[in-house]
């Protein structure tokens, strides 16, 4: 595996794989590997010549408030697991080589409604600065196709409106959530939750499968569903973020005769914030 940290060494290596013809698959990351991240990587070694991976914890998507400082950095059990699963590229740039003006004049990419309600409504700023981060690793790998996990949805749902909206000539691929063999959705984040909680938190993912098939057998009543589902979160001694049934591509509010819906919730445990989501497609 080579590793980059420089765009303009990246760039120069890469131009060379395109010019003979290379597919490139990207994989973005913020390190702290686990094996939905290598699902993510063997996906694109799947349907691409050349799977680039890039580790950068991305200081503008995080709010004052939040761990960008405490965020976990293993960049070398990282690498390893890059090179035992088969990547070829790491692009490892630092804040300088990413954002040499400093955060504050950097230049945006604004997705707007969409990054306003959900996780956005309590991590102001946060979808800004994904957009605008992974827009960068778009100009500089120019991948053919890059794969997002479908965990974070709302992520993925933005990052593929603002590829449709800015005309990218990039096919975002989804991969599946990857779980705990309780059903945990596996996250860096994970590390955060307390012994005595961890039996407790699979009680998001199971409110969220019990609102799906509520809805799959015909219940759409979709404000006493959401109410019924924090009821049992927080009869497990959680307080709930969001929980909200939304059409699967704008993340509007669900309506009565959507075909496609997502029920996404998130919750807080003592120390972390867990994020999970269902999909429904009305045949
Ligand atoms: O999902 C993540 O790890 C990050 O939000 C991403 C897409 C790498 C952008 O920093």
């Known amino acids: 595996m080579k590793i980059f940290h420089t765009i303009n060494g990246f760039r120069n290596n890469l131009s060379v794989d395109r010019c003979q013809g290379l597919r ?8 702290n590997l686990h094996d939905g991240h290598l699902a993510l990587l063997e996906q694109s070694k799947q349907t691409n010549d050349i799977t680039v991976c890039s580790i950068f914890v991305n200081a503008l998507q995080f709010n004052l408030n939040e761990d960008w400082d405490k965020y976990p950095r293993t960049y070398d059990t990282d690498c390893e697991k890059l090179r035992n699963a088969g990547c070829d590229y790491l692009f490892h740039p630092d804040d300088t080589e990413m954002y040499p003006n400093g955060l504050d004049t950097q ?5 707007p409604t ?8 309590t991590r102001p700023g946060h979808f800004e600065g994904v957009t605008t981060v992974v827009s960068k690793l778009f100009n500089i790998v120019q991948p053919d196709e890059a794969i997002f996990g479908i965990k974070d949805y709302q992520q993925l749902a933005v990052i593929r409106r603002m590829v449709e909206d800015l005309c990218l000539p990039i096919k975002i691929s989804e991969a599946p959530v990857y ?13 955060y939750i307390s012994e005595n909680e961890r039996p407790r938190v699979t009680i998001l993912k199971e409110s969220l499968d019990w ?26 001694g959680f307080s709930v973020d969001y929980v909200t049934c939304s059409q699967s591509k704008t993340l509007e509010l669900a309506a009565n ?16 914030r867990l994020i999970d989501n269902v999909s429904v497609r009305m045949i």
Request: charged share 30%; proline share 1%.
């Open 24 to 31: 490139i698959g990207l994989v973005p990351t913020m390190g």
């Open 107 to 111: 230049s945006r990419v604004i997705c």
């Open 114 to 121: 969409m990054t306003d309600v959900l996780c956005g409504a």
């Open 179 to 191: 779980r705990e063999s309780d059903g945990l959705a596996m996250s860096s984040r994970n590390r």
């Open 211 to 236: 609102i799906a098939t509520q809805i799959t057998s015909g219940n759409r009543n979709f404000s006493e569903l959401e109410f019924e589902a924090k009821r049992r979160i927080e009869k497990e």
């Open 257 to 272: 005769d959507d075909i496609e819906i997502t029920v996404l919730g998130a919750m807080f445990t003592e120390s972390a």
